[in-house]
């Protein structure tokens, strides 16, 4: 069964008419009248065509070749349903890696803030093996602020990239 929309008919047969494909060697051909029958008996409140609202949705039988912009099949819901939570997920993952990004950046800082202190000194001077390394950790508590910040923003933009992939799907 394919679902198909009122858009301002004011008649069952330009309502077929529109709805109807040209016929070709892939399809039967179907008469206007047949189409209106079969209209009819599956939407009886085309009766009174002249009453319904536009966007009001219409049964069509699948043995009709239908204009291929004039249908879509009712999976259509369940696809809105499955492209929303990708979305979602898609942004929940985007607060997710803020997140861990701030949180990284705290301890760097901590990291920071301690290789200056007295206690940082103090241990240097009880182990002394450790001199060459404290100021490559500090140097590296300093790009690594920057790695992670560029690397969150590749993460973002690849992010972005897929928000607008979904939204390409996204039937309007």
């Not at 204009?67 to 099949?73: G, L, P, V, W």
């Amino acid at each position: 069964m394919n679902i198909a929309e009122l858009k301002g008919e004011k008649t069952l047969k330009t309502l077929a008419k529109r709805l109807l494909a040209e016929p070709s060697k892939k399809t039967k051909k179907t008469t206007n009248a047949e189409m209106e029958a079969a209209l009819l008996r599956l939407n009886p409140q085309l009766s009174q065509i002249r009453d319904l609202e536009e966007g009001t949705p219409i049964l069509v039988p699948n043995e009709f070749a239908l204009a291929a912009d004039e249908s879509f099949t009712p999976s259509r819901g369940l696809t809105e349903a499955l492209l929303h939570q990708a979305q979602e997920a898609v942004s929940r993952l985007r607060g997710v890696l803020k997140e861990r990004v701030a949180n990284s950046a705290e301890e760097t800082d901590r990291v920071q803030t301690w290789l200056k202190t007295g206690a940082a000194k103090e241990f240097l001077r009880r182990s002394p093996e450790l001199k060459e390394a404290f100021p490559s950790a500090a140097a590296a508590a300093k790009t690594l602020a920057k790695e992670q910040n560029a690397a969150l923003a590749a993460q973002m933009k690849a992010l972005e990239k897929v928000q607008s992939q979904l939204a390409a799907f996204r039937v309007k």
